[in-house]
């Protein structure tokens, strides 16, 4: 069956260093991945799609990368700063249908002043 | 403009009672989804509409699960003789225009969500 992972652990990471994020996806080729940010108590926030013709995308301090051999993607923070902690989802579409997102579990990202 | 709203922010029932959530979309979106968030997962898929019709129902678990668009803006989820499991946090999100197959996809835009507890 499709399956969307992310390595549930959190990640702890200095302010200023660079924290990446993995997304691995089996049983299907999704045509777009999108990555979403989510505090706590708020709904997902949408940051950037990235589509399988594309090798990377950038915004600001975001980078998404998009391996469709590996079959996985990369999301990087540039210079995180505190303001940057949060949980981080990948999602995709979903094979059932284009209308649904199938979202990964999450990785919460914790910057350290 | 204000974004997706859901009412109540909280709700704490009692196992076999009825419950009902509601979600107001963004003004003008056409596409309403619902999805359910258990702790330390992702979203699930429950339900889409596209307009006042269910374009797409098959992530409701089962038959106690309902949800309805009358007008083809606010939707209300339902669910009937509640039990501990479906205590989670119910997701609403909408979109300007439903994506089209092996078209661009179109921003979801989330709510804060219902916090349902079952005890």
């Known amino acids: 069956s499709q399956k969307i992972e992310q390595n549930s652990e959190a990640l702890n990471i200095q302010e200023g260093k660079t924290a990446t994020l993995t997304c691995n996806y089996t049983?299907?080729?999704?045509?777009?991945l999108q990555w979403y940010r989510q505090d706590p108590g708020r709904g997902p926030v949408f940051l950037l799609l990235?589509?399988?013709?594309?090798k990377e995308k950038r915004k600001e301090r975001l980078k998404v990368t998009f391996d469709t051999t590996l079959k996985q993607s990369l999301f990087h923070i540039t210079a995180s700063q505190p303001a940057d902690s949060a949980t981080y989802l990948c999602?995709?579409?979903?094979?059932?249908?284009?209308?649904?997102?199938?979202f990964g579990k999450g990785n919460q990202v914790v910057v350290i002043p | 403009g204000a974004g997706v709203s859901q009412t109540p922010s909280n709700k704490v029932t009692e196992k076999g009672k009825y419950v009902e959530l509601r979600c107001d979309p963004i003004?003008?979106?056409?596409?309403l989804y619902w999805y359910r968030q258990s702790l330390g997962q992702g979203p699930e898929f429950l339900i889409y509409?596209?307009?006042?019709?269910?374009?797409?129902d098959s992530g409701l678990p089962n038959d106690r699960f309902f949800a309805v668009r009358p007008e083809g803006s606010v939707s209300t989820l339902k669910i009937q003789r509640t039990e501990r499991g479906d205590s989670a946090v119910y997701l609403c999100?909408?979109?300007?225009?439903?994506?089209?197959?092996?078209?661009?996809?179109?921003?979801?835009?989330f709510g804060p969500g219902t916090r349902l507890t079952v005890l």
């Open positions: 003004s003008g979106h056409t596409a």
């Open positions: 999602a995709s579409q979903d094979s059932n249908g284009n209308n649904r997102l199938a």
């Open positions: 509409f596209q307009g006042t019709g269910a374009a797409d």
């Open positions: 990235i589509r399988e013709n594309e």
């Open positions: 999100a909408s979109s300007l225009i439903p994506p089209i197959a092996g078209d661009v996809y179109n921003e979801q835009f």
């Open positions: 049983n299907y080729s999704p045509a777009y």
